[in-house]
DNA sequence: CGAAAATTTGACTATGCTCAAGGCGAGTGG
DNA sequence: CCACTCGCCTTGAGCATAGTCAAATTTTCG
């Protein structure tokens, strides 16, 4: 029932009946993973998609040398995978788990067979990829006209909107981490957030975050899409 | 008929019958362009998408300052702005044709109606949509983890491959255009294009490129996802 | 052939990366 | 309960890639 209870409350399975969830349930594997633990690596054949349950994961490229460009970061209730189900048949990317967490795994065979015949479920899909498609643009576009600044600034900015706009919230992932999906390295990230503090946009306590001149940090990060 | 046999062979509608293709070709506007001429701005509420029949088509963000970060360049028989079909519901980017043109227009209610019964069409959207993330997926890759020599020999592999793999072939678009694709400055694509010309690795007159050494170019690229 | 667009080149600057070292904090074993 | 260690973060110094501005040059088209 633990599986059921996760898929029904996701936009992906949005709008289908009790009888298809408990269907696809069945077909689903709920799996544990440590932290760190890898999913998968790029380029292997996908045998289906996972959701998370619980925790979080990273999907990532990653160059020869260590250096990582991270391009989402997915919580509960988030889907990731689905490319390699639809085409390609691999993975685009590798995937690691950033805390410790329980993956859904959904094989690709009762994924396609259903959206098939429901064309709810083939809708709900495509919203979902076009979605992310948006995400990546708009991440293209930060990454080739802004500079990281106005990168971390939209972060933060989002992160809040997030959190219903609180003005003081945590951040839900390691910096370290952040660096990797704002596109620069650790150390260029604290220096431009020890920038922010020093005047006076935003404080800083560990991962609690707290905005203390929203008109700043929003003309900062004017123009910038959404990470 | 012209509509017709553009989209009958195009690897979304692969899979249809006559009739079905003859259905779509009935609700399909076909439109000329001019160069340079704006297609649709970000933003701008969708009513369907679009096919290229003839001319080329690139879809940008740009920045305040007349910067530009090139998503895409289409040609002939690709789709584009299927994204706001499905999610959003405003185009997530500017589109403006790069030549003169002939473009096709698909009202939505025409898709969605037709995807709801037709799974093949879903699953060849999917497949789409799939095929860009993971285009995106390696431009990301790409922009954070490479520098603009690495990105251009990548890509001119790429486009020595695309025509049959010959040494010496024509790029189909300015280098300008090929500087935002590649995330960098008209200038710096110039000087790194400069640099292969003095190594010996490549020849160039105008838009005519010529492989001299596709070994050392290999070894460049090495790692880069195409563009 | 001439105007406009595209490209190249030069000089300068700056953003951000790398390498290196030091600090902080949480969890752990003694 | 405390010292220790490990992981994570910050800070400093130097350097390299590439962006900007400006101007010369080539190409394209009408």
Redesign the interface.
Known sequence: MFVKNVIAHQALFAGLTDEQLTGLASVIVDKPYEKGEVIFVEGTPAKGFYIVAQGRVKIF????DG???V?HVFGPGEPFG???????GTF??HAMTVEKSRLLFLPRDAL?AR???D?TL??N??????????Q??????S????ETPQRLAAYLITASELKDGADSFSLDIAKGLLAGML?TARETLSRALGRMVEEGMVAVEGRQITILDRTSLEALAA?V?TL
């Open positions: 490229k990653s160059a020869p250096r990582e460009a391009l689905e490319v390699a189900v639809f085409q390609g685009p990317a396609v959206i098939s015949s064309p083939a809708l899909m495509m919203a979902a990829l076009s979605g992310r498609l948006r990546f643009a708009g991440k293209i576009e990454l080739t006209l802004k596109g123009g899409e």
